[in-house]
């Protein structure tokens, strides 16, 4: 005796939330039954092991019809065919869209191409997330990539609006689009630390800072309905060329020397560390200064965050500063430079040093 | 020129890409109507074309309006080779002839493809002008209403209840014309699908101009049904009740208008009951003859043969001149058909209940030479029918109630079955005017129980006593109906479904010898599932059945039995004995120690059930019960005629008759096997219970939770030597299983009521058995139905009113506290009643709050549960007002109500019928993909008419027929579909009289104002 059919289809579609997940993680039928089976569903509803089987089978099959309409969410809430309560449309598009830190970490400031594609077995083998999971999760990056690709205005309203994600997730998907966009390098060994949480939070800064629709921003923050015609995906050329004029805060003598004393007057007795951060002013000044001279060259653009790391981060933690430490310091270091009369690049410096300053926060850590 | 009927296409979205290169659509759609066909422009290079079109204006007779389908075709435009059709909607019209139906059409369609499924959707607007005064029209029949539903449809009231309607249509299968191997699949199916839709128009207009002539203004209980004949052709037939229906003003539902669910004894449908003359075992005469062509057995399964050998005489017969015993003769006897479809009554309606009547034939098919003349299969039923008639008066009953009709078909054997329940109505509704009353009114609680034949008569051996609650009518000791527990029917406990399954090989044969087999078989198979559903009721201590099915179903090398019914202990019956067991061989020690065993397993199973289903019914005072009336030995004299078999048959008399206990004799390995499936079947887990009526007995709080779902599954039997026992094993696991498998899915709903299950049995290919199940899940109030019992296990209806009255504001409170919602707000929203769900996603709701965003708006909702939803009350308001919600939410249910709304307008009965086909199989999911999307297709097309015609809910939804084809070598499926029901509109109920079985939390703090889209 075989079953050669078994269909249940309820009027308004019925989903257990727990089969979603594995469904989304990638098992297959039967790894989802043993997962269930040890997970007690059955004492709990005296049922036997061909119910389980059955009732996954169904729901498998739901997913599998939904995924279409998941590809483009804004459609499930006016397609006909299944019957789904709005708050359940949401948990299916928000879970969806969801993915693993691990996997996003390793594709964050790729190329979204087939060539990364096709690496994704070695990121499936490597983060030991299902290689089915991978490819939904790949997919998810690069269908949000071309949809907001072409769209103006800001970025995550648009990754909101268009794939109706909540407010936090809509965050992420900016920052991958905005990684992948940028070809950020965050593989290499010395930024292993960081986890995409931390990228994540330095896109946001990026995004609202350093873009061309960050600069319409500035002035009507509140009104988010103003529409800026550029996209936030690039970052404003003109504002790169203008970090330029920064160089002089090291290359002109004077002005070194007057920033260095300033700041060291104002840390004196303030912490433990400050012979380090008088020893070392000059380097990390110069540091910073550079990075921000050179983001005219997309390659130095790319290396942005190792720029930081190696340049300011680490010498920071050899010397044992404390996030408190980098806090004071970037602090004074950022306000004195409106002291030095000859600097005349208030506003550039300001935008430039608040991200550098947030990005450095979320970065200062183990 | 007596209508205008004006279109307008509107919009299209979510079109399939049909140009490769450019990933677009060129679409534009033709309207069709009868020969007349309007095209819109093309509207270039989209997937969501906005046409605008102007009115299309057909000027039609409305006989056509009333047959004929809108038929919409999208096509894309393709200007170097033929266009191509991306799919049809074929829309019913006949809604908008009814001036208190629905009044325009207008919404989002499923565009609908017979290969492809569902390919986007299309926003039509349709309006219909009728000209003249409609009853002049001969020829039509607009303007009288249609009802799935088997009772006085709520916020009507039944003026005069006229009697039985019937018609039925054939034609030649286009599946079967020769023209059919020349041409497409899609072009075949679309075909078929455009006849059956214009020969359903036409039988309805057919019955409409019987029920005018008759006098009414509507049709109940209008189950129409298929006979897909295949070579022989395409039968299309339908019975309902006329009746001439008032609407109540909306001010004053409550006199007898049966809206709302409940158990109240005054608005739901009066009761009738019914008692079982199943207890007498099956006598059968098997009369076959030769009537030209056609070749008929028939088989007689109750106690009267009808006609005895003269079976073909009926059909201008006129009216019977039999044994009349009943003294009281009313109209009803000078119909000729004195049915009712109804399977729930206005009060006062019914009086007696004489049991269930039943009549099966097997008939050969031939092919229909002429369409227009339908007159055998017209006889066919006709004899049936007959019979049946005779049957009831047999049991000295003037009328059959919960009546229906129904056929098995394998290749040219077709099994025609009809079934009833006797009964005595009251006149007074037949005639509109009150005419002679009944002499004693029985109290209304128990008078359906009393018998309605001469004790001394009896058709049937059956032990009598003094009813249990009244203490001076007779009862039965079992009764078995095939309609709904009369609402003021008092029960013990509550109820639960019970089933007899069974399955019977039979050898292979063509024609008569194949038909003769078959029809030996049957009365066999009855007997069977008789004593099954006989042993089982005992098993569970009951004492009544209501809602019985049978269904016998063929196939080529196999007979399929399943006989579903709700079991109940109602307190005016004595309680029912134990089982006892015998063994035939009392030397054999072995033996005796089994029949121990399995002796001591039955009583330890019966005192479960007890337990379970809270079966305690009150003491006996001894000196009450009269002494048991003396055993009517002069029955024989009834019985007409006997065949040879039937003598035989009757010493297998279950005699319960006599005896306490029902004694099951062990004497070989089939009983063994018996009593073993007996003791297999499995109570419902906690939580749930089931029935197959519309409401379970015994559970009044119904909250608003509604699931209602269709399953299907397809077993392949793959062992060549199966024998009868192994193949009933096989059947009842597989329906076992598949409660099984609902208990499960819907675990969340807990505590909750599958009702209406209603199970499907065919066979549709030689090693395959399919079962089909469409029913619904309630929830309900746990505590109030425990506090209940406790209370007054055997209270009868009228009082439970004031009870419940104070639940209500329990409940709140109860929400309320269990998750710190306030009550107030859920009662405003109430969109959709997912409420079993929302428990499990409160963290994802957290993160969707900060979102603003629209999409959903204003769907129209009814109600929602109480308790899980008070907990996602809040964010359900939020979602009212994020999302624009274009989809109108749309519940279905098989029953004839939702719980905790009320039913404010009857939009028009929705008749359907789809066909899909593949030719990818496997890249379709295989058959099990296949079929489920065809299901949520054919939802959805219910869904968008239903909302369309501005309704919000399907009530009395069945789904007729599933017939599945498939053949995975070639990749291939084909499957039919028909549902039906009646759109509805339901608003929240906001009465403030009190409604004992709507306990809703809306209905204390709610504006139903939402309700309305």
């Known amino acids: ?366 | 020129m007596p209508g205008k009927l004006k279109a307008k296409i509107v919009a299209g979205r979510h079109l399939p890409v049909m140009d490769r290169a450019s990933d677009l659509t060129d679409a534009f759609v033709e309207v069709k109507f009868g020969n007349t066909t309007f095209k819109t422009d093309v509207y270039p290079k989209s997937l969501n074309p906005q046409w605008n079109s102007e009115w299309f204006k057909f000027e039609v007779d409305d006989e056509d309006l009333q047959d004929e389908p809108l038929q919409i075709t999208v096509l894309d435009h393709d200007t170097y080779s033929a266009n191509d059709a991306i799919g049809k909607v074929y829309i019913d019209i006949d809604p908008l002839l009814c001036s208190e139906a629905a009044s325009v059409i207008s919404g989002w369609f499923p565009i609908y493809d017979t290969i492809h499924g569902i390919r986007g959707e299309i926003n039509v607007l349709i309006k219909v002008e009728l000209f003249n005064d409609l009853n002049r029209f001969r020829q039509s029949s607009c303007g009288v209403k249609f009802f799935c539903t088997t009772s006085i449809p709520r916020c009507y009231r039944a003026a005069m209840v006229h009697g039985f309607v019937e018609e039925l249509v054939v034609n030649e299968d286009p599946e079967y014309q020769w023209i059919d191997r020349i041409r497409t699949p899609r072009a075949s199916n679309e075909a078929r699908q455009r006849l059956i839709s214009l020969m359903s128009g036409e039988l309805q207009r057919k019955i409409g101009l019987k029920v005018l002539e008759m006098g009414g203004n509507a049709v109940v209980g209008y189950l129409q049904c298929f006979d897909l004949e295949g070579e022989s052709g395409l039968v299309v037939r339908a019975i309902g009740t006329a009746c001439t229906l008032d609407k109540l003003t909306s001010g004053t539902p409550a006199s007898n208008a049966c809206n709302s669910p409940s158990k109240d004894g005054k608005e739901s449908p009066l009761a009738h009951g019914c008692r079982s003359t199943h207890n007498s075992p099956v006598h059968s005469t098997c009369s076959s003859q030769r009537l030209s062509q056609n070749f008929s057995v028939s088989v007689p399964t109750l106690i009267f043969t009808g006609m005895g050998s003269g079976g073909s005489a009926g059909k201008e017969a006129g009216p019977l001149k039999t044994l009349l015993r009943q003294q009281t003769q009313t109209a009803l006897e000078q119909r000729e058909f004195p049915f009712f479809t109804l399977t729930s009554f206005p009060p006062g309606f019914l009086v007696h209940v004489g049991g269930v009547v039943s009549a099966r034939s097997v008939k050969l098919l031939d092919r229909i030479h002429n369409p227009d003349e339908p007159e055998t299969r017209d006889a066919w039923w006709e004899e049936i029918r007959q019979e049946i008639k005779s049957h009831a008066k047999a049991l000295g009953c003037h009328a059959v109630v919960g009546y229906s009709e129904s056929t098995s078909i394998c290749e040219e054997v077709c099994i025609l079955s009809a079934s009833g329940t006797a009964a005595i109505l009251n006149p007074r509704y037949i005639w509109g005017t009150l005419l002679a009353r009944f002499e004693e009114q029985s109290p209304p609680s128990c008078g359906f129980c009393h018998i309605p034949y001469d004790e001394l008569n009896m058709p049937f051996p059956a032990q009598l006593t003094y009813c249990y609650h009244c203490r001076r009518q007779k009862v039965p000791d079992v009764l078995f109906t095939t309609i709904d527990m009369p609402p003021e029917a008092a029960v013990t406990g509550k109820g639960c479904l019970i089933q007899a399954r069974l399955c019977r090989l039979k050898k292979k044969a063509q024609g008569e010898v194949n038909a003769t087999a078959i029809s030996n078989l049957l009365p066999f198979m009855e007997y069977e599932l008789h004593t099954q559903l006989m042993n089982k009721l005992k098993l569970r201590s009951m004492n009544a059945l209501f809602g019985l099915h049978i269904q016998i179903s063929v196939g080529e090398n196999m007979l399929l039995g399943l006989a579903s019914a709700t079991g109940v202990y109602l307190t005016a019956l004595p309680a029912p004995g134990g089982i006892q067991i015998a063994g035939k061989t009392p030397g054999d020690l072995n033996n005796e120690h089994h029949i121990l065993t399995i002796q001591k397993r039955i009583n330890d199973t019966i005192a479960k059930n007890k337990e379970l289903y809270q079966i305690n019914p009150p003491e006996l005072t001894e000196e009450l019960v009269g002494s048991p009336i003396p055993e009517p030995r002069q029955r024989s004299r009834l019985l007409r005629s006997h065949s040879e078999s039937s003598d035989e048959l009757s010493e297998l008399d279950l005699s319960h008759g006599k005896k306490d206990a029902f004694v099951l004799e062990i004497d070989d390995t089939d009983a063994v096997e018996d009593i073993h499936s007996l003791l297999t079947d499995n109570s419902p887990p906690t939580g749930f219970y089931s029935c197959n009526t519309e409401l379970m007995p015994g559970i009044y709080n119904w909250t608003s939770g509604v699931q209602m779902f269709t399953s299907v599954r397809v077993f392949r039997l793959i062992h060549a030597n199966l024998t009868n026992q192994g193949l009933n094993k096989i059947f009842t696991d597989l329906c076992e299983n598949l409660l099984k498998s609902f208990y499960f899915k819907l675990r969340s709903m807990i505590p909750c009521c599958l009702c209406h299950l209603n199970f499907t049995v065919a066979v549709p290919e030689e090693e395959l058995i399919q079962v089909a199940v469409t029913a619904v899940a309630m929830t309900f109030d746990k505590d109030h139905s425990q506090e209940k019992s406790a209370d007054k296990p055997t209270t009868k209806g009228c009082n439970e009113t004031e009870e419940q009255l104070q639940f209500p504001l329990e409940l709140c409170a109860d929400s309320s506290s269990s998750n710190n919602q306030p009550s107030s707000k859920i009662s405003g929203t109430a969109s959709v009643d997912y409420g079993s769900f929302a428990d499990r996603c409160s963290t994802w709701l957290e993160l969707l709050r900060l979102k603003a965003h629209t999409i959903r708006r204003g769907s129209v909702k009814t109600s929602r549960r109480t308790q899980s939803l008070a907990h996602s009350g809040d964010h359900t308001h939020k979602y009212r007002t994020q999302f624009h919600n274009s989809v109108t939410v749309v519940k279905m249910t098989p029953l004839s109500f939702l719980p905790g709304t009320r039913i404010i307008k009857y939009l028009g009965i929705i008749n359907m019928f789809f066909i899909r086909e593949t030719t990818s199989l496997r890249e379709e999911g295989g058959v099990s993909g296949f079929l489920h999307s065809f299901i949520a297709e054919v939802f959805a097309m219910v869904r968008a008419h239903v909302a369309a015609l501005g309704g919000n809910a399907v009530v009395s939804y069945s789904m007729k027929e599933c017939v599945l084809m498939e053949n995975p070598n070639k990749n291939q499926a084909q499957c039919l579909i028909n549902v039906s029901g009646d759109a509805v509109i339901c608003v929240k109920e906001t009465d403030q009289e009190p409604m004992p079985s709507t306990t809703n939390t809306g209905q204390t703090c709610s504006s139903g104002a939402d309700g309305a889209t």
Not at chain 1, 187 to 203: E, M, P, S, V
Not at chain 1, 328 to 335: C, E, G, M, S
């Open chain 1, 1 to 366: 005796m075989a079953v050669e059919l078994d269909v249940f289809v309820g009027n308004t579609t019925i989903m257990d939330e727990e089969v979603y997940q594995l469904w989304l993680d990638g098992y297959t039928v039967n790894d989802a039954v043993k997962v269930r089976m040890e997970g007690g569903v059955l004492e709990e509803c005296e049922a036997s092991a061909d119910v389980l089987l059955s009732d996954t089978m169904d729901q498998y099959r739901t997913f599998h019809m939904c995924e279409r309409l998941l590809h483009s969410p804004t459609k499930l809430a006016n397609q006909l065919l299944f019957q789904i309560p709005p708050h359940r449309q949401a948990i299916l598009i928000e879970r969806y869209y969801a993915f693993d830190d691990a996997f996003v970490r390793e594709v964050l400031g790729k190329k979204l191409s087939k060539g990364t594609k096709k690496d994704l077995d070695d990121i499936s083998a490597k983060t030991s997330v299902t290689l089915k999971s991978c490819r939904r999760q790949f997919d998810n990056f690069k269908r949000v990539f071309k949809v907001v690709e072409e769209l103006k205005g800001p970025l995550v309203e648009n990754i909101r609006q268009h794939f109706l994600l909540s407010d936090k997730l809509a965050r992420d998907y900016a920052a991958i689009v905005f990684f992948a966009n940028n070809r950020f390098e965050t593989g290499k060994r010395k930024l292993q630390y960081l986890t995409f949480q931390d990228f994540a939070f330095c896109a946001g800064q990026l995004i609202n800072n350093w873009t061309v629709g960050a600069v319409g921003k500035a002035h009507t923050f509140s009104c988010i309905d103003n529409l800026v015609d550029d996209m936030d995906v690039d970052l404003d050329k003109e504002f790169l060329q203008e970090l330029k004029e920064l160089k002089i805060l090291i290359t002109d003598k004077d002005l070194l020397d007057q920033h260095k004393s300033l700041v060291c007057t104002a840390l004196r007795g303030k912490t433990k560390a400050f012979n380090e951060m008088e020893a070392n002013f000059k380097n990390l000044s110069r540091g910073l200064v550079n990075i921000a001279a050179k983001l005219t060259n997309t390659k130095d653009v790319r290396d942005f965050f190792i720029d930081l790391v190696e340049k300011f981060i680490e010498p920071c933690r050899s010397d044992r500063w404390t996030a408190a430490d980098m806090r004071l310091y970037l602090t004074h270091y950022t306000n004195s430079a409106h002291i030095l009369d000859t600097f005349k690049h208030q506003v550039v410096w300001d935008r430039y040093m608040g991200v550098i300053k947030s990005c450095i926060f979320k970065m200062y850590h183990d």
